[in-house]
């Protein structure tokens, strides 16, 4: 009975949100920020909102997040958080030796007007940073755009920081990687590997948000980026920046101080937007596509073929961040799937336009929307107007799911009620076939569980 009440009547709202299909920025840059090794995040405001965003990542990954705060009370509220950074910083160091600070703001201390650039050069200037470690600074206020947009500052400001450009080039391509997973980031790796092509990935969570139990804690796991590699990417051939959402800002900060060329790709979810990466990573390389990288697609284009039956024509919905759901959308159009319904909670012009490049001849009927008023409560109004044979989103799109009695596969951010998504990836044509089996397993598991005693089958 959770939104059975729901109405099919859709009244377009201007200013107000039901159930947002996002989160916010803070979540974002404290998650990029985990991708640099040795890096804690911090957040300048409330013990509270450093408690949610931590708890928010840390339930998705099954994972302890580690990130210190300012810790504002009343005062810093009113007067400013400058005194309680300043205080931070000099803890953190003494403390807990991290390599690289990063700060991001929040709704709270962006309202007051606290600037993070200033408060930080002060920090130096006092003597509180210690020799060879650093601080990175981003803003990102809680009431505009979204997670995404948190991910790109911080990720911006570390490529203004660190990348250094000298006489010497440098062999290797840069990828600049969206918000994806941990096993994305080291499938990510794994194709280049196989290229063999030399590479730098910002933000790498892998083994930092999935490593293993070894019976001892470690704050600062193996993983993450390097400050020598940061450093090196301004001597890189190119960079392939994957996501114009997470990560076309870092690409042209990095060009604009070091002018290293970049191109930006789709997160290759999906048969053709791999195949885009491939080929973008193969040119900035200059090296050919290896026959097991061939295989591997063919495997995907085998599966596809195989169970064409149980996907062609089948109605989804799909919520979600616009760097994931658009190449997935081209994807489940190229498999013949009608992706009729798709909402992200994030802003950006570009949405449409991507959106209507790939339905508008394949699936004219489909309806599409981002931004703030683009929420779950929209998505459940026009599946309640006309239903779909699937939903695919984050952990929240269950109860959407239950009440209309709809398969569901979780893909995106947050999944809290699931695992495996820190360790099977959905990038790269291997990616493709967990896709598949994810929706494929939804799709026939109702097959099973509603047909007729008489209609059930032990081959599928």
């Known amino acids: 009975?959770?939104?059975?009440?729901?109405?099919?009547?859709?009244?377009?709202?201007?200013?107000?949100?039901?159930?947002?299909?996002?989160?916010?920025?803070?979540?974002?840059?404290?998650?990029?920020?985990?991708?640099?090794?040795?890096?804690?995040?911090?957040?300048?405001?409330?013990?509270?909102?450093?408690?949610?965003?931590?708890?928010?990542?840390?339930?998705?990954?099954?994972?302890?997040?580690?990130?210190?705060?300012?810790?504002?009370?009343?005062?810093?509220?009113?007067?400013?958080?400058?005194?309680?950074?300043?205080?931070?910083?000099?803890?953190?160091?003494?403390?807990?030796?991290?390599?690289?600070?990063?700060?991001?703001?929040?709704?709270?201390?962006?309202?007051?007007?606290?600037?993070?650039?200033?408060?930080?050069?002060?920090?130096?200037?006092?003597?509180?940073?210690?020799?060879?470690?650093?601080?990175?600074?981003?803003?990102?206020?809680?009431?505009?755009?979204?997670?995404?947009?948190?991910?790109?500052?911080?990720?911006?400001?570390?490529?203004?920081?660190?990348?250094?450009?000298?006489?010497?080039?440098?062999?290797?391509?840069?990828?600049?990687?969206?918000?994806?997973?941990?096993?994305?980031?080291?499938?990510?790796?794994?194709?280049?590997?196989?290229?063999?092509?030399?590479?730098?990935?910002?933000?790498?969570?892998?083994?930092?948000?999935?490593?293993?139990?070894?019976?001892?804690?470690?704050?600062?796991?193996?993983?993450?980026?390097?400050?020598?590699?940061?450093?090196?990417?301004?001597?890189?051939?190119?960079?392939?920046?994957?996501?114009?959402?997470?990560?076309k800002k870092a690409a042209v900060a990095l060009d604009n101080k070091c002018k290293v060329p970049f191109e930006v790709v789709d997160i290759p979810v999906g048969l053709r937007a791999t195949d885009r990466f491939i080929q973008a990573m193969a040119t900035a390389g200059k090296v050919s596509v290896p026959e097991e990288i061939t295989a591997e697609r063919g495997r995907l284009v085998d599966v596809i073929t195989d169970m064409h039956q149980y996907l062609y024509g089948k109605r989804v919905a799909i919520f979600g961040d616009p760097d994931n759901i658009l190449p997935l959308v081209e994807f489940l159009v190229d498999i013949d799937m009608k992706p009729v319904y798709i909402v992200s909670g994030t802003p950006g012009k570009a949405f449409t336009k991507k959106a209507e490049a790939i339905l508008s001849e394949r699936v004219p009927e489909a309806k599409f929307l981002n931004g703030p008023q683009a929420d779950m409560f929209l998505m459940h109004q026009w599946i309640k107007e006309q239903g779909v044979d699937l939903i695919i989103g984050n952990t929240y799109g269950k109860y959407i799911a239950r009440d209309e009695d709809t398969p569901f596969v979780r893909m995106g951010f947050p999944i809290l009620d699931r695992v495996g998504h820190s360790y099977f990836p959905t990038v790269g044509y291997m990616g493709g076939i967990r896709i598949l089996e994810l929706i494929l397993s939804a799709i026939m598991d109702k097959i099973d569980r509603t047909c007729p005693e008489e209609k059930v089958e032990l081959q599928m």
């Open 1 to 247: 009975m959770l939104l059975r009440h729901t109405t099919d009547k859709v009244k377009m709202r201007n200013a107000l949100t039901i159930n947002p299909a996002k989160t916010c920025q803070p979540v974002g840059a404290m998650y990029a920020a985990l991708g640099v090794h040795g890096c804690l995040p911090h957040s300048h405001g409330s013990q509270g909102c450093c408690s949610y965003h931590r708890s928010a990542l840390t339930r998705h990954y099954k994972e302890p997040v580690m990130a210190s705060t300012s810790s504002f009370t009343e005062g810093a509220s009113v007067f400013g958080g400058q005194a309680n950074l300043l205080t931070a910083i000099d803890n953190i160091f003494q403390i807990y030796d991290p390599e690289i600070v990063a700060v991001h703001s929040t709704c709270l201390s962006e309202t007051i007007g606290d600037d993070l650039g200033q408060i930080v050069a002060k920090a130096t200037d006092d003597g509180k940073v210690p020799v060879g470690k650093h601080i990175v600074q981003a803003a990102t206020p809680s009431y505009v755009g979204s997670h995404v947009t948190g991910y790109a500052n911080m990720l911006e400001a570390f490529c203004k920081y660190f990348p250094e450009k000298t006489d010497e080039k440098k062999r290797q391509v840069n990828m600049l990687s969206g918000w994806v997973e941990p096993s994305d980031m080291r499938e990510l790796k794994r194709l280049a590997g196989m290229m063999k092509i030399k590479s730098v990935l910002l933000p790498d969570t892998s083994d930092v948000l999935d490593t293993p139990m070894t019976g001892s804690y470690t704050m600062y796991p193996k993983g993450g980026t390097t400050i020598a590699e940061m450093v090196s990417m301004g001597d890189s051939m190119k960079t392939i920046a994957m996501g114009e959402w997470g990560s």
